[in-house]
């Protein structure tokens, strides 16, 4: 279990995995959400910079992507 790397996230990131979360339930369950793309690039966004301003660490970054971007680490 990972969740450990979800404690502490800082408030601006937390805001924007719920955005995500709601677009995927959308998404998942057969709507049409066409914010989706918006979502997605400002988690994206956020994650890498909440890692580059060293407020979480390159774990719970790839730990956030694969999670909620659905990201595969090369």
């Given at each position: 279990d990972n969740s450990y790397l979800e404690c502490g996230l800082p408030d601006f990131l937390q805001t924007s995995i719920h955005a995500m979360t709601d677009a995927w339930h959308?998404?998942?369950?057969?709507?049409?959400?066409l914010r989706w793309d918006c979502d997605?690039?400002?988690?994206?966004s956020d994650i890498n910079s909440a890692e580059v301003n060293q407020l979480i660490s390159t774990e719970q970054a790839w730990y956030l992507r694969e999670?909620?971007?659905?990201?595969?680490?090369?």
């Open positions: 959308k998404l998942d369950n057969g709507q049409e959400y997605y690039c400002n988690l994206q999670k909620y971007l659905r990201m595969e680490r090369e």
